[in-house]
T-cell receptor, first 119, second 114 residues
Framework: NAGVTQTPKFRVLKTGQSMTLLCAQD?????MYWYRQDPGMGLRLIHY???????AKGEVPDGYNVSRLKKQNFLLGLESAAPSQTSVYFC?????FGTGAFLRDYGYTFGSGTRLTVV | AQSVTQLDSQVPVFEEAPVELRCNYS??????LFWYVQYPNQGLQLLLK??????LVKGINGFEAEFNKSQTSFHLRKPSVHISDTAEYFC????????????FGAGTILRVKS
């Protein structure tokens, strides 16, 4: 089925370890995003990308890095995990803003999430 | 920067009663507005969206929302809720150049009781 796929679904890390979360979409979306979800805080944007080879910081970028080497993939890296990074991570993708057909289809498709625990 | 306020963190309601989940956003410039639903241990599913045109938007599962530009609100309503509507609901609004970022509210947990 078309959509956004996140791997892994669950992970437990020790403080200081590193890991990479993978997001893959097969809808030919230009834009991709990484959010984290914490209780009572909704979803907060970590990093995003408006096209292959581009990345930009969101609201809470510290401690994370991202790469978009291929249009369909968006990787989120934690170089040295901290307990404060315990969260549920969601990837999303979308068409760019626009009119006509793009406006009708404008919206964000989310993956099913990655639950990360840092101990 | 855009911000989204969901005025109620939890809303308890009895089955078959009507419900309104409130959402206000900060900017009066042109925005796109969304409501998402998250069932326990699942991802986010789009309920409905306002992009342009009629201010009353109908979505899936019998939900609707009304865009009020003067009050910068986008409240979600359902005339008769079911137990299966128990979930967390998120209001979101676009921000940034070309609307390329989505800003979320903190969420409202809807608890439907029998």
């Amino acid at each position: 089925n078309a959509g956004v796929t996140q791997t892994p679904k669950f992970r437990v890390l020790k403080t200081g370890q590193s890991m990479t979360l993978l997001c893959a979409q097969d809808m030919n979306h230009e834009y991709m995003y990484w959010y984290r979800q914490d209780p009572g805080m909704g979803l907060r944007l970590i990093h995003y990308s408006v096209g292959e080879g581009t990345t930009a910081k969101g609201e809470v970028p510290d401690g994370y890095n991202v790469s978009r080497l291929k249009k369909q993939n968006f990787l989120l890296g934690l170089e040295s995990a901290a307990p404060s990074q315990t969260s549920v991570y969601f990837c999303a993708s979308s068409f760019p803003f626009g009119t006509g057909a793009f406006l009708r289809d404008y919206g964000y498709t989310f993956g099913s999430g990655t639950r990360l625990t840092v101990v | 920067a855009q911000s989204v306020t969901q005025l109620d963190s939890q809303v308890p309601v009895f089955e078959e009663a009507p419900v309104e989940l409130r959402c206000n956003y900060s900017s009066s410039v042109s925005v796109y507005l969304f409501w998402y639903v998250q069932y326990p241990n699942q991802g986010l599913q789009l309920l409905l969206k306002y992009l342009s045109g009629s201010t009353l938007v109908k979505g899936i599962n019998g939900f609707e929302a009304e865009f009020n530009k003067s009050q910068t609100s986008f409240h979600l309503r359902k005339p008769s809720v079911h137990i299966s509507d128990t979930a967390e609901y998120f209001c979101a609004v676009t921000e940034g150049e070309y609307g390329n970022k989505l800003v979320f509210g903190a969420g409202t947990i809807l608890r439907v009781k029998s």
